[in-house]
């Protein structure tokens, strides 16, 4: 491995480490044990939710 893709690695893995364990847990979930039709399935939903979200915040002032 390239001392390029460690500080990419690295950089990466200090991202996910701030995130919520939840979220992290369900990353996990997602790169280890989820099916292709869960994967369509869980894509929508973060979609759905991401969207509503982003929605809320730009209508507070």
Excluded: H, W
Excluded at 25 to 34: G, H, P, S
């Amino acid at each position: 491995m390239c001392e390029e893709e460690n500080v990419k690695n690295t950089t990466k893995d200090k991202k996910f480490d701030e995130y919520p364990k939840s979220l992290k847990k369900a990353l996990r979930y997602i790169r280890q044990d989820a099916k292709l039709g869960d994967l369509d399935k869980i894509e929508r939903t973060f979609i759905d939710f991401i969207n509503t979200r982003r929605k809320e915040l730009q209508q507070k002032p």
